[in-house]
RNA sequence: GCGAUUGUGGUGUAAUGGCAGCAUGAAAGUCUGUGGCACUUUAGGCGAGAGUUCGAUUCUCUCCUAUCGCC
């Protein structure tokens, strides 16, 4: 299911394999929340190199619903993308004002934004509705703390989310008992615990007990210090078995991503590359480029002269920056296939990196460029 | 030519005899496990002149501007 290739230090790159499909990490995999990445086709996606992607259980929950999705073959032949489908419980959303109500020991009640309808969310629920829209990647049901909650309000999400995860894995189980060989689905466990190592030292421990087909670090990215994240990535990434993927979730920049990838993860999601691509922040070879600054106006250049991606190949800044500050579709789909196009490549890059060896040497340019 | 009405940031609009507000546009920044939803900061204005008043963007007068009507 997933073998370790080449290894650099603690960086390492691999192999995951789910049935027919498969990708090699460390990857980077871009928000299809709704079962499409904004802006972005399918074929874009694969043109791109995008191995993967994640959408949400509880946002296709809502609309069209599980039941639909599984009549047309699962979500990957309902997008028709051939890569690896990963899907979110919805745990995040406990942070989104318009579809939370509130959560206790038993699950989670969510409201649908559009009817208003009251839905209870219980674990068991969850894992059913994320086979049924037939990912190749399932993820417990977790509570997330923020960065802004007490010590003692992230323990009490430590131990909400070790108890979902008991029942997320036992009903897991129960449902693959009936799945077909080939249609066998993957489960993550999530770990939290804020900025405190004892606290990411228990979720761990709790959520490795329970043995998960791969591991996420979640609850970072939300605004504490840089470097309170990576301690806690690194902290809890030594009580995780060597053998299984490691999901940090929610991150990030590029800064980020290869420092997590020198402290041994596999994959990555984030909603940053596109949503700056909307909103005018890009990715390039030098840095970042704010293409609403007044002097890409008249800029006949590409967004990256070093870059090989068709809108860098055919497309001005002054163009793409017009039709964002149109906000039409046509400048966030450039600038949304760019930024994409970045990430990947630069995900690239670092296996090829790992691969021959010179993985910190290429971390360190690249940190250099994108100091933040 | 005469009469009426009008004039407030680039644009569109409030309020007021005592610190001129809002929206949008502009300039720059933020964005991390739905969203095309957004957020932060900065710059920018009382048509001109005179008078009344402690004090006028506000009241009065003259001029200018624009719109409408009349000859």
């Known amino acids: ?133 037939g990912s190749e990647i399932a993820m417990c049901l977790d509570s997330m703390p923020l960065f802004s909650h007490s010590k003692k309000e992230i323990e009490e999400a430590v131990r909400k989310t070790t108890l979902w995860a008991g029942r997320c894995k036992k009903e897991h189980d129960k449902l693959q008992k009936k799945q077909q060989k080939e249609n066998k689905q993957l489960l993550f466990g999530i770990m939290q615990g804020g900025i405190y190592p004892d606290l990411r030292e228990k979720s761990a421990e709790d959520i490795v007990k329970l043995n998960f087909d791969g591991y996420s670090i979640g609850g970072l990215g939300l605004g504490e210090p840089r470097e309170k994240q990576y301690q806690a990535v690194e902290f809890q990434k030594k009580f995780i078995p060597e053998n299984k993927p490691v999901y940090l979730m929610g991150i990030g920049t590029p800064s980020e991503i290869l420092e997590a990838i020198s402290l ?26 704010r293409i609403f600054n007044s002097r890409y106006k008249t800029d006949k250049k590409p967004i990256d002269e070093n870059c090989g991606c068709f809108v860098c190949r055919n497309y001005s800044r002054a163009f793409i920056r017009h039709h964002l500050k149109e906000q039409s579709g046509t400048g966030r789909r450039l600038a949304t296939y760019h930024n994409l196009y970045y990430l990947s490549n630069l995900m690239k890059d670092a296996r090829n990196a790992i691969k021959k060896k010179k993985f910190s040497e290429f971390k360190k340019k690249i940190q250099k460029i994108y100091q933040d």
């Open 1 to 133: 299911m997933f073998k370790i290739i080449a290894r650099d230090g603690k960086a390492r790159t691999g192999v995951l394999k789910i049935g027919k499909k498969k990708a090699e990490t460390p990857f980077f995999m871009p928000v299809s929340s709704n079962s499409a990445v904004r802006f972005i086709s399918t074929e874009d996606l694969e043109e791109i190199g995008i191995k993967a992607t994640i959408s949400n259980a509880f946002i296709l929950h809502l609309r069209p619903g599980e039941k639909i999705i599984r009549k047309i073959g699962g979500i990957g032949k309902f997008m028709n993308f051939s890569g690896i489908n990963v899907t979110d419980s919805g745990g995040f959303q406990m942070y989104s004002k318009e579809i939370f109500i509130s959560s206790s020991n038993k699950g989670v009640i969510f409201k649908n934004p559009a009817s208003g309808e009251k839905i209870f969310m219980t674990p068991e629920k969850d894992m059913k509705i994320q086979l049924d829209i």
């Open 264 to 289: 041994g993860v596999d994959m990555f999601d984030s909603r940053l590359p596109t949503q700056n691509a909307r909103r005018g922040t890009l990715f390039t070879s030098k840095g970042k480029l």
